[in-house]
């Protein structure tokens, strides 16, 4: 049973920069895609990032240009790099991963994002304050 975790959240100012880490046990990414998701309080979640176990990418509106997906195999490690972070994008940040032998991202593209990941992270926070 694959197993995700989270870290790397925290306090930062707008402008500024965190890394999120999303660890994976328990299988290999090799079977899996990984996507962040965002949720802010009072608020739906929000789409962030997939990555497909080919490497494919693709990132929501408000976050493109400013956000990072990539992969680490050796670390068994999915990462999400914020930069330039503004003030809408607190929330607390998930990590969940989507069998690949059931749904191929490519073929999916934004609307990935409105499906029922298999399995979720317990989620990091991430506050942006001036």
């Known amino acids: 049973q694959l197993h995700l975790v989270e870290s790397g959240g925290g306090l930062v100012q707008p402008g500024g920069s965190l890394r999120l880490s999303c660890a994976v046990s328990?299988?290999?990414?090799?079977?899996?895609?990984i996507a962040w998701f965002r949720r802010a309080p009072g608020k739906e979640r929000e789409g962030v990032s997939w990555?497909?176990?080919?490497?494919?990418?693709l990132y929501g509106a408000s976050v493109k240009g400013r956000f990072t997906i990539s992969r680490d195999n050796a670390q068994n490690t999915i990462y999400l790099q914020m930069d330039n972070l503004k003030p809408e994008y607190p929330g607390v940040y998930y990590c969940?991963?989507?069998?690949?032998?059931?749904?191929?991202?490519?073929?999916?593209?934004?609307?990935?994002?409105?499906?029922?990941?298999?399995?979720w992270g317990q989620g990091t926070q991430v506050t942006v304050f001036s």
């Open positions: 969940a991963a989507f069998d690949e032998d059931i749904r191929q991202p490519e073929t999916y593209g934004y609307s990935l994002f409105e499906e029922e990941p298999d399995i």
């Open positions: 328990g299988s290999t990414l090799e079977f899996y895609a």
């Open positions: 990555r497909s176990r080919n490497g494919n990418t």
